[in-house]
Nanobody, 116 residues
Framework: QVQLVESGGGLVQPGGSLRLSCAGS????????MRWYRQAPGKERELVAS????????NYADSVKGRFTISRDNAKNTLYLQMNSVLPEDTAVYYCNTYVVRINYWGQGTQVTVSS
């Protein structure tokens, strides 16, 4: 059974940093593209960043380019999102995602609040 469990969210001041983690289990983690999405109150869920199975290829939403870094440790079955220079508009629930055998899997989400 595929499971994705996010952690690392919390309250951070504008300009600060936070690192999110997503632990995957129940599938061959190293064989799949992984993604981070986020959903702010009253808004649709949006793709933040994606990373290829090997970790060599990454893509970012324009709104986070140069500030966020997606990475993975296939030995630990863990996905990361390093968030630097955060802005109030980064406030959202962040979700880990993967697509395995034609099924979209999501974690439960972790809340990130950027506020002074």
């Amino acid at each position: 059974q595929v499971q994705l469990v996010e952690s690392g969210g919390g309250l951070v001041q504008p300009g600060g940093s936070l690192r999110l983690s997503c632990a995957g289990s129940g599938f061959t983690f190293s064989g799949y593209v992984m993604r981070w999405y986020r959903q702010a109150p009253g808004k649709e869920r949006e793709l933040v960043a994606s990373i290829t199975d090997t970790g060599r290829g990454t893509n970012y939403a324009d709104s986070v380019k140069g500030r966020f870094t997606i990475s993975r440790d296939n030995a630990k079955n863990t996905l990361y999102l390093q968030m630097n220079s955060v802005l109030p508009e980064d406030t959202a629930v962040y979700y880990c995602n993967t697509y395995v055998v034609r099924i979209n899997y999501w974690g439960q989400g972790t809340q990130v609040t950027v506020s002074s």
